[in-house]
């Protein structure tokens, strides 16, 4: 079952950003160094399993990842400088997307999945507190925006 999680949600990513026309690529191991992410996306998930499924990035790369899929599918692009509200509901639409189609493809193999309005976290050096969920191995996402890494955790 958790082989079957992680590799549904790989190719959720990899049918998102190709849909975007994004080049990127996957990794399953630790990075040789470790990003520091001040931003964190979540959406809960609930169903046969409950828990989260998180998104980390930096703001930067956040703002250059908003920007690609913007531009992609033809959405005027926000001027102006900070982490804006446009950002933020743009970026909660990229993992919404992420994790619908993650759902989507989990019920084809009989499992139950809903998913929460997502939620943006800010912050320095963000991390989240999972224990009590299986913490399933992290998926890292690099391409020209940058690095971002996604994981879940869940608990029946």
């Not at 950003?17 to 990127?24: L, R, T, W, Y």
């Not at 956040?62 to 690609?68: C, S």
């Not at 998913?115 to 391409?143: E, L, M």
């Amino acid at each position: 079952m958790n082989k079957l999680i992680n590799k549904l949600l790989k190719q959720s990513l990899n049918n998102l950003f190709s849909e975007a026309g994004i080049d990127h690529k996957l990794r399953s191991f630790q990075l040789f160094t470790k990003p520091v992410y001040n931003l964190v996306c979540t959406i809960g998930v609930t169903g046969d399993h409950h828990g989260f499924l998180y998104l980390y990035l930096s703001v930067e790369d956040a703002k250059k990842l908003v920007i690609m899929f913007s531009e992609a599918f033809n959405v005027p692009v926000e001027s102006g400088d900070g982490f804006t509200d446009f950002h933020k509901g743009t970026l909660g639409e990229i993992i919404n997307q992420l994790s619908g189609q993650w759902c989507t493809l989990l019920s084809k193999h009989n499992i139950d999945c809903n998913i929460s309005p997502p939620t943006i976290i800010k912050g320095s050096d963000v991390s989240i507190n999972t224990s009590g969920n299986k913490a399933f191995k992290p998926i890292y996402i690099k391409g020209d925006f940058g690095t971002a890494r996604i994981q879940v955790n869940l608990k029946n």
